[in-house]
Structure formats: structure tokens, C-alpha cells
């Protein structure tokens, strides 16, 4: 087949795959749009509990149309609903099983952690935002999510009562990593987190416990987040 043949095959699928995706629920083609994002790819088990979340629960009735679009979204206080393919690669990242025990800090609207809990024992989420702390746990109760405990506070100092943790993510921005957040991680237990500067590329990075208190730092990919913010 000649390259100019080939060439109008490929523009024949991608045009057929898009008309497809049209005509899919929009939850559907969100996650077939996540199937094709990356690297890195993240895994079929993670999809399958975003297929369960919905989303358009978690976004202000103003942006509900876009809600299984792939990508960030308002949700109020200068905060941010994660874009889907970022909650996708950080829960894979994070490496959870049914027995895990997680932390997110930065609860935002609640979705992250309604996909974990999806995945996992407990999650254990807080947020510094009081307003965007409660209206997360009367949604995240309201849908029924009771392996879910939210806090509003300065996720800075982690959550002490409940470490150490399988896994903690982290969904805001810090110039450098909290240390209280490592020492709350259990050994073999992972620290997804962004650092970098304010409203610049970051990097996400995954922090590995190993079974002697060192760390192994793997970076994943660059990012932007909102700024981890602390109180005053």
C-alpha cells in the first residue's frame, strides 16, 4: 500500500474513532481519551473505579457539560478539580490495594478521593479551604462514600492520629517536599507528590519508603498544580 493510501487510512480511522466517541456516554469517551494519554499509560483496574465515580457530582453546576472532559475545571476559593488523566496516573502511581490505608492532601471537591475510595480500606483526605472541606464531605456522603474521613485544616503537618500510610497523594504544589508527609508513609509505602514553583512547571515525583526509613525518588512527569497553600 503506497504512503498516500496509508495516509488516508489513518485519516479514515481517526475520523470513524471520533464519530464513535461522539456517540458514546460521556463518561466512556473520557476514559477511552484517558486510554490514549501518556506516558506513562496507567492501568485498567484504575479506570474501572473512575468508571464508577461521577464526576459531574464533584463539578459546580456551571461547569457540569464539561464535567467528563479531560481536563481541569474550577470549583471555587482559586481551586481546581484535577484533569481526569492526572487522577488516573497519580492513583495508579500510588500503587493501593483493598487493605491500603491512604492520605490526600487537598481534598478540593472530593473526586480524588472518591476514586480511591473506590480501591481501597480508608482514604483520609483534608483540605485547607473550609468552604471547599465541607461542601467535598456532604457530597462525598451524600454519594454514599463512608470509607471516606475529611478533615479541614493544614495538610502541611499530614494527619499524625491515623499515619503511617500505605500511600499519600498530595494534589497542590509545595516548593519542596513536606518531611512530616514522609515520616507518615509506612515502609513500601508511596508519596505521590508535584513540587515545584508557583504557577511553573513541576515535577510529579513518587517517594518509595524502604523497609530502613531511605527514600528512592522516581520522577514521573512534569505537571502544573495550584500552589500548596499553608496556613499563615
Known amino acids: 500500500m503506497s504512503k498516500v493510501a496509508l495516509t488516508a487510512v489513518a485519516i479514515l480511522t481517526a475520523i470513524s474513532c471520533t464519530a464513535q466517541e461522539r456517540d458514546m456516554p460521556a463518561p466512556q469517551a473520557m476514559l477511552e481519551e484517558i486510554r490514549r494519554s501518556g506516558p506513562p499509560t496507567v492501568s485498567e483496574r484504575v479506570l474501572t473505579a ?24 474550577p470549583i471555587g476559593a482559586g481551586q481546581t478539580i484535577s484533569q481526569p488523566y492526572i487522577v488516573a496516573l497519580m492513583t495508579d502511581l ?12 487537598g481534598t478540593g471537591s472530593g473526586y480524588q478521593a472518591a476514586v480511591l475510595a473506590e480501591m481501597v480500606k480508608h482514604v483520609y483526605t483534608i483540605e485547607i479551604v473550609d468552604m471547599l472541606a465541607d461542601r467535598a464531605a456532604q457530597t462525598l456522603q451524600r454519594l454514599g ?3 471516606v474521613s475529611v478533615k479541614a485544616g493544614d495538610g502541611y503537618a499530614g494527619w499524625p492520629e491515623h499515619a503511617p500510610f500505605d500511600a499519600i497523594l498530595v494534589t497542590a504544589a509545595p516548593e519542596t517536599v513536606p518531611k512530616p508527609l514522609i515520616e507518615q508513609l509506612k515502609p513500601g509505602g508511596r508519596l505521590v507528590i508535584p513540587v515545584g514553583p508557583e504557577f511553573r512547571t513541576q515535577i510529579l515525583k513518587v517517594l518509595t519508603k524502604n523497609e530502613d526509613g531511605s527514600i528512592d525518588t522516581h520522577n514521573v512527569a512534569p505537571v502544573i498544580f495550584v500552589p500548596f497553600v499553608r496556613d499563615e
Open 145 to 147: 462514600y463512608d470509607n
Open 94 to 105: 500510588a500503587d493501593v490495594n483493598k487493605d491500603s490505608v491512604v492520605f490526600e492532601v
Open 50 to 73: 473512575m468508571e464508577r465515580v461521577a464526576r459531574h457530582e464533584f463539578v459546580p453546576a456551571s461547569h457540569r457539560a464539561a464535567a467528563y472532559e479531560n481536563r481541569p475545571l
